[in-house]
């Protein structure tokens, strides 16, 4: 396009004196003089004038008042410095440039997002044998899922074991609770620990959940170290700890999903699971239900299903059959060893003698923080039951002492 020539600029009239640039000094006049060329001002303009698009030229009325000319001084000095049509295409290629990001990442961020549109619903539980249910939750395939890295699987002949514990040493102030124990843990075991009392039994089973951490020693699960990789290791272990403390003011179902989210599980795999869970522990009337309103056997149940939900390949069970009933005890008994025979390995704590003898097939007997014995039940027990090897190390003794007065019954 042809730019047509630009027309000369018109003089300016000045009412009195005026200096429009550093080295040209117009002589003051009484009335308007003639007019006073500012030569600097059309030389600086000349160039930028052709770049832009000029409208036709203005020309200063001859009636300006007095004060109007430090205006009309600052518009002649500001105008070869100021071309504003050169910033309108850098505009342009801006505004194009945010409304195409801006469109297409909302959409994009709201798909990804399982639990926006309040996925936790009360859909009803039809019961069904629990074992059948249960076999998407131990499934081996699933089983082996958080592992992302590790190298072997959960089975006893497994070259890595599931825990592995070294020189593990924990005090708290001056007591030593944990006095540098060695522990290894066969992959597929059913591994008990036991003690009286004070033994350290929780505080070993809350360093190797990675809930404590050990002054002293290594703890590896599945050949992973909770020093160096306590994250992974974490994704590998479900946890019931002694003291039930959680979120009681959420219903069952909700307690559920919210451990299976924190774990990384989507809607759809933790709504699934809960249904299992819940007819597999008989807590599908429960669901409902605030967990403060349970029984401590409930209480225990909900939590060892939540302990479950991600499938981990090393349960840390801390007195599970506390506070249940015969019945509820059987039911969690057989999930656990249909866990095991799946692959699973389960370490727990226990006071019940009986128990642990018929359902482990390892054990560590643990006093005063130091492991006495470990084996199998035939190898630790020997010729005596479990119950009477147990006491005989843990210094018990066969009657009480200094208590006759207890006998005097007084009236």
Not at 107 to 125: F, L, M, S
Not at 258 to 263: D, H
Not at 284 to 308: E, N, P, Q
Request: aromatic share 4%; glycine share 6%.
């Amino acid at each position: 396009m042809d730019i047509p020539p630009v027309p000369p600029l018109p003089p300016l009239f000045l009412p009195e004196p005026v200096a429009p640039a550093d080295d040209v000094i117009a002589d003051p006049v009484d009335d308007f003089a003639e007019p006073v060329v500012a030569e600097p001002v059309s030389d600086v303009a000349e160039p930028d004038v052709a770049e832009a698009d000029v409208a036709e030229p203005d020309v200063v009325e001859p009636d300006v008042a007095e004060g109007d000319v430090t205006e009309l001084d600052a518009a002649v000095s500001e105008e070869p410095v100021v071309v504003e049509p050169v910033e309108e295409p850098v505009a342009e290629e801006q505004v194009v440039d945010e409304l195409d990001i801006d469109e297409s990442e909302p959409d994009d961020a709201i798909d990804e997002q399982p639990i926006a549109d309040d996925p936790i619903v009360d859909e009803p539980i039809v019961d069904g044998p629990a074992p059948d249910e249960l076999a998407a939750v131990i499934d081996p395939d699933v089983l082996a899922a958080p592992a992302e890295n590790a190298t072997e699987s959960a089975t006893p002949e497994s070259a890595t074991p599931a825990l592995a514990l070294r020189g593990v040493v924990k005090e708290f102030g001056n007591t030593r609770a944990v006095d540098a124990i060695d522990l290894t843990i066969p992959a597929g075991s059913f591994f008990g620990l036991v003690g009286p009392n004070g033994a350290g039994k929780t505080t070993t089973l809350s360093m190797i959940a990675g809930l404590l951490r050990p002054d002293s020693g290594t703890i590896e699960v599945c050949g992973i170290d909770t020093a160096t990789d306590a994250s992974r290791a974490k994704k590998l272990i479900g946890v019931l700890p002694d003291r039930l403390r959680t979120f009681d003011r959420l219903t069952g179902r909700q307690l559920l999903y919210y451990y299976g989210v924190l774990r990384g599980l989507s809607a759809s795999v933790v709504q699934s699971r809960i249904a299992d869970l819940a007819r597999a522990f008989d807590l599908v009337d429960a669901l409902g239900r605030v967990v403060s309103d349970y029984s401590a056997g409930m209480t225990k149940k909900v939590m060892l299903a939540g302990a479950m939900i991600h499938s981990p390949r090393v349960l840390v069970l801390d007195e599970p059959f506390e506070s249940l009933d015969p019945a509820s005890s059987q039911v969690i008994l057989d999930i656990l060893e249909t866990y095991v025979e799946h692959g699973g390995t389960v370490v727990l704590s226990s006071h019940g003698m009986a128990l642990v003898e018929r359902v482990c097939t390892r054990i560590a007997v643990l006093v005063e923080g130091e492991v006495l014995a470990a084996g199998t039940v035939e190898e630790v027990r020997g010729e005596m039951t479990l119950e009477q090897r147990f006491v005989q190390l843990s210094g018990g003794v066969d009657d009480a002492e200094g208590l006759e007065w207890l006998h005097t019954f007084s009236d």
